[in-house]
């Protein structure tokens, strides 16, 4: 159900009605459980592909000099001639870059021009915004499980899991000393992926973070990297000052916390970074 070319089939095929009027009231039948799961993330789903298809979702790319805070729109931005992964806002910023590191990696990751484990660009393109969609809604919970793996592990950094594969897909934050198994190939590129991503997350003083998302298609399954990057590290830095205050205060109520966490984000809807991708689209 996050698959492009299978929300495409259903939208074509059944309008919202009649895939929705499928929804009968029999509590008690053995697979109503499993319908209903199926029935809320096939609309939630449905409605974010519409909008998708109506060009409602503009993916933003960040510049890759760590040092940057330039975001901007696919076509605005240059990407590294070789191996396609890098995206840059300016030739003096590639230089930057290639001097701090990228000279050493670029031709390990060109083998991934090639060895994308998923077929298509679109259906790469759509688990992305599906993927910034999901944060978005979930962004309050996530915060909140982010304090707590600060918390808990002070020193360590973390990614973002989105597992589409399992049945109650929950986001989760995992320690980068737990990475996703990734996928062997003979280059080993996504493995310098994931090590490039996590050292340039490391050096983004939070303007960057590591999601990954898995998903499959019934005969495969693939990860996928979706970084996501905001010009500031408002929320990065205050999710840690929050995180750290417990350490000292360990009587520090969970209303508490929510309080603090919403603030942030009302702060940083006021800089409106959190419009940078969808345009005011509402999945309920
Ligand atoms: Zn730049
Ligand atoms: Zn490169």
């Known amino acids: ?46 409605a974010v592909f519409k909008a998708y298809k109506n060009g409602q979702y503009t993916s933003i790319r960040g510049c890759h000099n760590m ?12 990407r590294c001639g070789s191996c396609h992964q890098m995206n840059y806002c300016s030739t003096e910023c590639q230089s930057v870059d290639w001097k701090e590191g990228h000279r050493d990696i670029c031709h390990r990751l060109r083998p991934l021009r090639l060895e994308y484990d998923h077929p298509t660009l679109r259906e790469r393109s759509f688990i992305t915004a599906l993927a910034h969609h999901e944060h978005e809604a979930s962004i ?28 109650h897909s ?12 990734l996928r062997t190939s003979p280059s080993n590129a996504m493995l310098a992926q ?19 998302v898995v998903f499959g298609d019934g005969k495969s399954t693939y990860r996928r990297m979706v970084p996501l990057r905001s010009p500031t590290s408002i929320i ?49």
């Open 140 to 167: 309050l919970d996530l915060c909140l499980k982010k304090i707590s793996f600060m918390h808990t592990h002070p020193d360590e950094a973390y990614y973002i899991l989105f597992d589409y594969t399992s049945t």
């Open 194 to 212: 994931w090590e490039d991503q996590v050292n340039r997350a490391a050096h983004s003083e939070g303007r960057m973070e590591l999601l990954v």
């Open 1 to 46: 159900m996050v698959s492009y070319s299978i929300l495409s089939i259903i939208s074509r095929h059944m309008d919202n009605d009649k895939l929705f009027s499928l929804r009968k009231p029999l509590p008690n039948a053995s697979w109503y459980e499993k319908w209903m799961l199926f029935y809320n993330v096939a609309k939630r789903n449905m």
């Open 67 to 78: 040092k940057c805070r330039e975001l901007r729109r696919p076509k605005d931005i240059k």
């Open 170 to 181: 929950v986001p989760l934050i995992r320690s980068v000393q737990q990475p996703p198994r």
């Open 236 to 284: 990065q830095t205050g999710l840690r000052r929050i995180a750290d205050s417990l350490q000292a205060d360990v009587e520090h109520s969970k209303v508490d916390i929510r309080k603090e966490v919403e603030n942030l984000l009302a702060r940083r809807r006021e800089l409106g970074e959190h419009a940078l991708e969808w345009e005011g689209v509402q999945t309920e």
